[in-house]
């Protein structure tokens, strides 16, 4: 089978194309053939070494297709089934623990970019049937991250208002979750061509943080001046003060990125001062997968899928990530 290695140095061009045998079904796994998988940011990290995982590597955590063989004691799916790989093999219900956290597709465990794979059966997961391999390979990061970060940590409601950063797969997610549940979206980019894709998907306000550089004040006065009560934060940094200043009292302001950077003093009064809640999340379990999906087959939600590359040019695929030019998700597709 082929696969799609880091090898040497970490950097993009070092990913080249191997040959591997393909992987039996032991007890209690199965094998599933990818049919396509989807870039995050954390991938592009994780190739240019800053994600801690060691050469060689087989990169990238999302990805979606079909069981094609089961091993002996495998009850909870079957051959045939279209699953998703989980993010964390280990983490299948309740909170974080760092034995939950011990193993990441793509990074301290082989990832997606292969033809097979053999995983636990308990780290899989069935999708929404309305979905392509394509849609449904961007769920198992950015999705489950945007739907922990609304439902699970901010407790979301209907006539909420949260204000997502940008127009990557997370916030984007955000965007799309939130409307599906009632809620009232703010969201920044840089980019006026973004911001009016993002209006047709029910965005309620809209800020270009080119023009708009204070923008946590246009956010306040888009919530009647009430403040946001959920920021879905994925700018780091560069953002998170702003954040902070936009948050209602009694709001939540959750950490998920770090794309302007990993340091900044931190206006420590206004958390105290609005009682805010300041989370760090990082993807979520089985258990909050399987209430996602649930949610998207219900509502028949289809993720934004904006580039579509042939596996054999994922170094294309990374360099158009690289370029922060997409809107929504960047997937690889396999032979059909």
Same mark, same amino acid.
């Given at each position: 089978?082929?696969?799609?290695?880091?090898?040497?140095?970490?950097?993009?061009?070092?990913?080249?194309?191997?040959?591997?045998?393909?992987?039996?079904?032991?007890?209690?796994?199965?094998? #599933?053939?990818?049919?396509?998988?989807?870039?995050?940011?954390?991938?592009?990290?994780?190739?240019?070494?800053?994600?801690?995982?060691?050469?060689?590597?087989?990169?990238?955590?999302?990805?979606?297709?079909?069981?094609?063989?089961?091993?002996?004691?495998?009850? *909870?799916?079957?051959?045939?089934? *279209?699953?998703?790989?989980?993010?964390?093999?280990?983490?299948?219900?309740?909170?974080?623990?760092?034995?939950?956290?011990?193993?990441?597709? @793509?990074?301290?465990?082989?990832?997606?970019?292969?033809? %097979?794979?053999?995983?636990?059966?308990?780290?899989?997961?069935?999708?929404?049937?309305?979905?392509?391999? =394509?849609?449904?390979?961007?769920?198992?990061?950015?999705?489950?991250?945007?739907?922990?970060?609304?439902?699970?940590?901010?407790?979301?409601?209907?006539?909420?208002?949260?204000?997502?950063?940008?127009?990557?797969?997370?916030?984007? %997610?955000?965007?799309? %979750?939130?409307?599906? =549940?009632?809620?009232?979206?703010?969201?920044?980019?840089?980019?006026?061509? $973004?911001?009016?894709?993002?209006?047709?998907? @029910?965005?309620?306000?809209?800020?270009?943080?080119?023009?708009?550089?204070?923008?946590?004040?246009?956010?306040?006065?888009?919530?009647?001046?009430?403040?946001?009560?959920?920021?879905?934060?994925?700018?780091?940094? @560069?953002?998170?003060?702003?954040? =902070?200043?936009?948050?209602?009292?009694?709001?939540?302001?959750? #950490?998920?990125?770090?794309?302007?950077?990993?340091?900044?003093?931190? =206006?420590?009064?206004?958390?105290?001062?609005?009682?805010? *809640?300041?989370?760090?999340?990082?993807?979520?379990? *089985?258990?909050?997968?399987?209430?996602?999906? $649930?949610?998207?087959?219900?509502?028949?939600?289809?993720? #934004?899928?904006?580039?579509?590359?042939?596996?054999?040019?994922?170094?294309?695929?990374?360099?158009?990530?690289?370029?922060?030019?997409?809107?929504?998700?960047?997937?690889?597709?396999?032979?059909?």
């Amino acid at each position: 089978m082929k696969a799609y290695e880091v090898q040497n140095a970490w950097k993009i061009d070092s990913i080249v194309e191997i040959e591997r045998e393909k992987p039996k079904a032991g007890p209690g796994h199965v094998v #599933v053939a990818i049919k396509a998988a989807s870039l995050n940011y954390r991938d592009l990290l994780t190739i240019e070494g800053k994600g801690g995982a060691k050469l060689p590597l087989i990169p990238f955590s999302d990805g979606a297709g079909d069981i094609v063989e089961v091993g002996q004691g495998v009850t *909870r799916v079957k051959q045939g089934d *279209r699953v998703c790989p989980i993010f964390f093999p280990g983490w299948i219900e309740g909170g974080p623990s760092a034995y939950g956290r011990m193993k990441a597709l @793509g990074g301290s465990a082989p990832g997606t970019l292969q033809e %097979f794979m053999a995983l636990d059966a308990e780290a899989v997961t069935p999708f929404p049937a309305h979905l392509s391999y =394509l849609e449904a390979s961007t769920l198992p990061c950015a999705a489950v991250t945007a739907w922990r970060a609304l439902v699970d940590e901010g407790r979301i409601k209907p006539g909420d208002w949260v204000l997502v950063q940008g127009t990557g797969g997370v916030s984007i %997610f955000a965007l799309q %979750f939130a409307k599906m =549940l009632g809620a009232k979206v703010v969201v920044t980019s840089s980019s006026e061509e $973004k911001l009016q894709r993002a209006k047709a998907l @029910g965005a309620d306000a809209l800020i270009n943080y080119k023009t708009t550089p204070e923008w946590a004040r246009a956010a306040l006065e888009a919530s009647g001046g009430a403040g946001i009560d959920i920021v879905v934060e994925v700018g780091g940094a @560069g953002t998170l003060n702003q954040s =902070l200043s936009c948050a209602k009292v009694g709001g939540a302001v959750v #950490v998920i990125g770090l794309l302007t950077g990993v340091k900044q003093e931190i =206006l420590v009064p206004v958390i105290f001062g609005k009682n805010l *809640r300041i989370i760090g999340i990082s993807v979520g379990s *089985r258990e909050q997968f399987e209430a996602m999906n $649930k949610a998207i087959a219900k509502h028949k939600m289809k993720p #934004v899928v904006d580039k579509v590359f042939h596996v054999k040019q994922v170094r294309e695929a990374l360099h158009a990530m690289q370029a922060a030019g997409h809107f929504g998700k960047i997937c690889v597709e396999f032979e059909k």
